[in-house]
């Protein structure tokens, strides 16, 4: 059976509008996700389908190589999927969520800001809501995929996202 897409309320466009603003995205970061806050990992783009999360080149992301650390390219690709499910999992009954698996394949060497996207959000939202339907857990792949300034892509991140209902009582 083919699930409709997301429909968007109130509550995710206002988490949205949350994460989308500088000043709260910054304070968010810090207080929730403090070495990605650190990193200057920001969320550039999000909506019910995909997210776009860059992560700079700078002295606190590189390595002794003179490219990004995978650790910082990993955390952007990981935020561009974990946006889409928190904002999924956000309203409604409540949802736990775990990353479960990580692959990457790296293809070109990070040395200006990356760029990751995530289109799976539909997908995301629709194992939230079988979760929450069946009181059973779900698994996503989501893919991110990395791109440097000049749109080449430089990693592709596949990470296997749980998602579990959260009994009540």
Not at 40 to 66: D, I, M, W
Not at 132 to 138: I, L, N, Q, V, Y
Request: with cysteine.
């Amino acid at each position: 059976m083919i699930q409709p897409a997301p429909v968007d309320t109130p509550a995710l466009a206002a988490f949205r509008r949350q994460l989308l603003h500088p000043l709260k995205q910054r304070l968010f970061l810090l207080s929730r996700l403090p070495a990605a806050g650190l990193a200057g990992v920001r969320v550039q783009q999000l909506s019910l389908e995909a997210a776009t999360v860059t992560v700079p080149f700078k002295f606190l992301t590189q390595n002794p190589f003179r490219s990004i650390y995978f650790a910082c390219l990993s955390m952007a690709a990981e935020m561009a999927s974990g946006v889409l499910a928190m904002m999924h999992t956000s309203t409604g009954a409540p949802v736990s969520m775990l990353v479960v698996g990580l692959e990457a394949d790296f293809t070109k060497k990070a040395v200006t800001r990356i760029a990751f996207e995530c289109p799976d959000g539909a997908a995301i939202a629709r194992a939230v809501a079988e979760s929450r339907a069946t009181g059973e857990g779900r698994t996503v792949q989501a893919t991110s995929t990395g791109r440097d300034a000049a749109g080449d892509v430089v990693a592709v991140f596949r990470i296997t996202w749980s998602f579990r209902a959260k009994k009540r009582g």
